[in-house]
């Protein structure tokens, strides 16, 4: 299985991805002689992967730094790089490689702090690979200092340094630093591909899987997690329920608690996981003597790994009162196609009756102004608004 093979509907931007890395080992060849970069080369030293959410920019990126480190024996005889079976595929796309470092946002933000020593790393030879790959899964959320500090990086790059930036969009990213990157922008794939991704190697039920990748419109983490998850699924057949409840003020107010309770438990849900593993593997790596104890001079170590995960859980959070909005987008966005009686397949099918019965009680106008009032509940969100206060002025909004 080659590494492009988890690139939904992105023929374009493999072939491109594919030919820079072809052109990435004659770089290599140069910069080892001492002599010029080729002429016309497809590869740089910086690339930005810009998409809607779904559309698998960091998939792209990931599978293009595992074909910069392949180290297939078929490459010396002229195969294409990016087999994923040899040890610089594999690692590189499951995220232990030495020479690939990932850098995501733990809060709402990355620091400059989180950035310092990622930069510094930058400047040195890769350890074993054939490049020191910087992948930003969330190049939209650096703050002024570490936009700054990557910047700086990406001005001067080592020779065998390769930056992968991934946002929503250019306009996410400073425009000095989006001016030094290639750009490649991904599209969301179709319904079609996405439920047949599903069917074929998640072995998905058809039904299922286009049910599924229809609800997500082309999101296909998404899809393959309402596919497969149970409890994906009841959260987001609470959150379609929420439009038939804001009737009077009470049930706008509960509804509103329900959703921010329910992101929450599902934050907790993720957070624990991962931070019972840091933890432990923390202490282990610090010395930590059986029963626990862990040696002098490491309480402040510990202490800014509370405060990352402390980040992070409020981060899921968001990011799960997100999802539930974008769903809740979604349902009024299939009331607005029936009063406008468009052609467009629903999205939501499983709740048609509810869909149908709003579209008959309301306007357009007034649809679109509760389309408003959910894009606006995101924008408070991403302006750290207290969430429940966020949540409950947009279900006061969407009051009949």
């Not at 400047?123 to 490049?131: E, L, V």
């Not at 991934?166 to 750009?183: G, N, Q, Y």
Request: with cysteine; aromatic share 2%.
């Amino acid at each position: 299985m080659a590494v492009w093979d988890d690139l939904v509907g992105q023929t374009r931007v493999e072939e491109q991805l594919a030919a820079a890395a072809r052109d990435a080992d004659a770089l290599v060849t140069a910069h080892a002689a001492g002599e010029p970069d080729p002429a016309a080369s497809k590869m740089t030293h910086a690339w930005l992967f810009t998409g809607p959410p779904g559309s698998g920019r960091e998939t792209a990126a990931r599978a293009f730094a595992a074909a910069l480190q392949c180290v297939s024996p078929d490459r010396a005889m002229g195969g294409v790089p990016g087999c994923g079976f040899c040890t610089g595929c594999h690692t590189a796309l499951v995220g232990t490689h030495a020479d690939v470092n990932t850098i995501s946002a733990v809060g709402t933000e990355i620091l400059v702090r989180d950035m310092r020593d990622t930069v510094r790393k930058s400047y040195t030879s890769p350890a074993n690979g054939r490049w020191q790959i910087i992948l930003v899964t969330d190049a939209e959320r650096l703050n002024e200092k570490s936009a700054n500090a990557v910047l700086k990086a990406v001005e001067e790059p080592a020779p065998r340094t390769v930056w992968l930036l991934c946002a929503p969009s250019l306009e996410d990213v400073l425009p000095t630093i989006r001016s030094r990157c290639r750009h490649l922008n991904l599209s969301t794939p179709s319904v079609e591909a996405v439920a047949d991704v599903l069917v074929r190697r998640d072995g998905v039920e058809p039904e299922v899987a286009h049910a599924a990748a229809r609800a997500t419109q082309g999101h296909i983490d998404r899809a393959r997690r309402l596919a497969t998850d149970a409890s994906a699924r009841a959260r987001r057949a609470a959150v379609l329920r929420l439009p038939l409840r804001t009737d009077d003020i009470g049930g706008c107010l509960k509804a509103a608690q329900e959703l921010i309770d329910t992101a929450a438990e599902d934050a907790k849900q993720v957070a624990e996981e991962v931070d019972t593993r840091e933890t432990e593997e923390l202490k282990a790596a610090l010395g930590a003597v059986q029963g626990g104890r862990m040696p002098r001079g490491t309480a402040g170590v510990m202490k800014d790994l509370e405060e990352q995960q402390k980040r992070r859980r409020r981060r899921t959070q968001i990011d799960s009162l997100d999802l539930a909005l974008t769903d809740l987008t979604g349902f009024y966005r299939d009331v607005l196609a029936l009063q406008l009686r468009s052609r467009s397949a629903l999205a939501n099918i499983d709740v048609q009756d509810a869909i149908e019965r709003i579209a008959r009680d309301t306007t357009p106008e007034r649809t679109l102004r509760r389309i408003e009032a959910i894009l606006a509940c995101r924008e408070a969100l991403d302006r750290n608004v207290a969430p429940l206060l966020a949540v409950e002025a947009m279900t006061m909004a969407l009051r009949g």
